[in-house]
């Protein structure tokens, strides 16, 4: 049973990048023009010293995607490359390529969305477990209740408020950037603060917005988990409150949302994306902004097939650890 | 609360008339899920915007240089101008419905294909089912919004509200289909089914008739869900500066005003306006569902 999950989830995995990796090959394609060509020629046409540069990206690309060749014979080398992550060179910052910009790019990301979508997690399990535990308070209600429907708005508009309340009103933060202009990355404790002073209000304005999303699906499994046996059972034991709470109430009702962290993480990376470009953060968001902005195609589709990559990589670990949270699973799908 | 509620609702139909039960009942459902009236209420707000505000304003000052650039709001200008002389009062009346119609389009062709994947898995299962449930579960790990990137940015410049919204269907089908497929399945075992079965009713007499009008509830949640994700990632493809380069969409006014630095400009007119517009459309749209939640899960009406 184990080895049939194992070996479906990983097709489905293998499924998810060839189908990624075969867009990136087909779209450009059949979009009308060629953007490469396009750009090329529009960059050849200004004069000044780039032009060297130019022929020889030309010459490159045609050597590393053998144009003049049929197209399955292309399809395939480019599959080959995608496997070695080689996504060519980058048009806008030729001779660099795209790949080590990416990995540039991405600490800052992962870093970011790993606080704010753990922080995020929690707080709103734990607020949304309670909002729907008959013990507690009735603030707290009016309080969750409002969150909730703060889940609903993309998070970069709470990213703008949020800028526009501490840049304009209250100058608490830096509004741009991940470091101060001047200092050195470097391995310090001045840098580290450094940094979080300027990661708190693009990771705040992710977190305000997701913790309602966690609330909302935890409350809803928490009403379930009311009235059932064992809780009266362990009230009848005259367990603490506490402890009905977090070991009988939670540990049941938190199971379906983990899946749902896995399903998630894909919106979460999506709405931090713009997040980013908001509050200037170097990640791989602003990456990919100033990608289009530039039509720097390969690295645009860089950008998004490792994003891809790394979120199915999350879903797939998030999946496979399910079953150490909880031992009942089977892994034999019901309706 | 729930006690009273279920109580007293069978004797309300006993005692009323059979002509006024319906509406009365509707009524006092209404005022018990205020949710659903609010959310209604906003998005309605925000449909009559087009018809009222075209009749009060000239749509065309939407245009670049119709009046003079970087203006705070004024009597004669309500909400300024932006750096390219656009009237951004005139910019959201043109641009609100426009917001609105790839919303409604890509949410409404999403629900199309889900309801047929939905049925075809629901009812055929076997391969068919394997087969869409697979598509299902593969996309759905997807972020739909990185591929709509791809998508959009290679055919950047060329394109319109009605690709938009086409582009964002391709990729909005997989919850509406995944919720019509569960729904059907537990649907057909139902007793009501096979005497309707029993009685000679054919199976597609069976799925108008008796299917469809039970999955009502639940085909108009996964409307406003889809049509929710489908303005979520526009306005996200616009914002990025993807959307259709000379409409003056909300997500295409969030992103001249993110290029044109607004924000550390205090030009408050310019960004304000599109958020709180995109905000309460998505409460709205959240509101309906939840309300629309409560009535398709008589469960959640026994909420904290």
Redesign the interface.
């Known amino acids: 049973m184990w080895a049939e999950y194992l070996s479906r989830r990983l097709l ?1 995995f293998v ?2 990048l060839w ?2 990796a075969t ?2 090959f087909i ?2 394609r ?3 023009g060629n ?1 490469l060509r396009e750009r090329l020629v529009t960059a050849m046409q200004q004069p000044g010293p780039m032009q060297q540069g130019i022929e020889e990206m030309v010459r490159a690309y045609n050597v590393q995607f053998g144009l003049d060749q049929p197209i399955w014979i292309q399809y395939l080398k480019y599959m080959g490359a995608a496997l070695r992550l080689d996504f060519g060179y980058s048009i806008t910052q030729y001779p660099s390529k795209v790949l080590p910009m990416i990995m540039g790019a991405m600490p800052w990301t992962i870093g970011l969305l790993t606080v704010a979508t753990l922080l995020s997690f929690v707080v709103g399990c734990l607020l949304g477990a309670l ?4 013990h507690v308070p009735n603030f707290l ?1 009016y309080v969750v209740g409002p969150m909730m ?1 703060l ?4 998070y ?2 709470l990213g ?2 949020l ?2 309340l501490f ?2 009103l209250i100058p608490l933060f830096p ?1 741009s950037g991940g470091y101060s202009i001047g200092s050195q990355p470097e391995l310090s404790l001045a840098f580290v603060l450094d940094v979080t002073h300027h990661a708190l209000l693009p990771a705040l304005s992710i977190v305000i917005a997701a913790t309602g999303l966690w609330a909302l699906s935890m ?2 499994m928490m ?2 988990t009311e009235g059932e046996d064992y809780m009266t059972f362990a009230e009848a034991k005259g367990l603490r409150r506490w402890r009905i709470f977090l070991t009988y109430g939670v540990r049941n009702a938190i199971l379906p949302v983990v899946t749902s962290l ?2 998630r993480l ?2 979460v ?3 931090s ?2 997040v980013e ?2 509050f200037g953060y170097p990640g791989m968001g602003n990456l ?2 100033q990608a ?2 530039g ?1 720097d ?1 390969f690295l ?2 860089g950008i ?1 097939f490792i ?2 990559l790394a ?2 990589l999350a ?1 797939l670990l998030i999946d496979f650890t399910y079953p150490l949270l909880d031992p009942r699973i089977t892994y034999r799908r019901t ?1 | 609360m729930s006690a009273t509620t279920v109580a007293a609702a069978p004797a309300e139909i006993v005692a009323i008339p059979a002509g006024r039960t319906r509406r009365g009942s509707v009524l006092a459902y209404l005022s018990r899920n205020p949710q659903l009236v609010i959310g209604l209420a906003m998005l309605l707000a925000l449909l009559v915007v087009d018809p009222i505000g075209s009749r009060m304003i000239d749509v065309r000052r939407a245009e670049p240089l119709s009046e003079l650039p970087r203006l705070a709001p004024s009597w004669e200008l309500p909400l300024g101008t932006d750096d390219q002389g656009r009237n951004l009062l005139a910019v959201l009346v043109a641009g609100l419905p426009l917001t609105l119609k790839v919303g409604f389009l890509a949410g409404a062709i999403g629900l199309a294909i889900g309801i047929v994947l939905g049925f075809l898995a629901g009812y055929l299962g076997g391969p068919v089912d394997a087969v869409i449930r697979m598509a299902v579960d593969t996309l759905l790990t997807v972020p739909a919004l990185l591929v709509l990137i791809i998508i959009a940015a290679s055919i950047k410049g060329v394109i319109s509200v009605a690709t938009m919204a086409l582009v964002i269907a391709s990729l909005a089908w997989m919850y509406p289909t995944r919720t019509i497929r569960s729904q059907v399945l537990t649907m057909r075992e139902r007793p009501y089914i096979y005497v309707a079965r029993f009685n000679g009713m054919g199976e597609f007499q069976i799925i108008i008739r008796e299917i469809a009008p039970n999955l009502l509830p639940y085909l108009a949640a996964a409307f406003v869900s889809s049509v929710s994700s489908a303005v979520l990632a526009s306005v996200g493809l616009e914002a990025l500066g993807l959307g259709p380069q000379s409409e003056p969409t909300v997500g295409m006014t969030i992103y001249w005003s993110l290029h044109f630095n607004a924000l550390l400009r205090g030009m408050w007119w310019w960004w304000v306006p599109p958020i709180v517009v995109v905000v309460s459309l998505f409460v709205g749209l959240f509101l309906i569902s939840s309300g629309l939640d409560e009535i398709a899960n008589p469960r959640r009406r026994r909420r904290a």
Do not use: C, D, M
């Open positions: 489905q499924i998810v189908g990624a867009l990136n779209v450009p059949l979009a009308p953007p909002v729907a535990w008959p209600k429907a889940s609903a708005i993309p970069y508009l703008l408020i800028v526009y840049g304009e509004l409350r809803g009403i379930t896995a399903i894909g919106h990376v999506s709405g994306v713009v470009i908001v990919l902004f289009i902005a039509s195609y645009i589709y998004v994003t891809v979120l199915t879903t309706h």
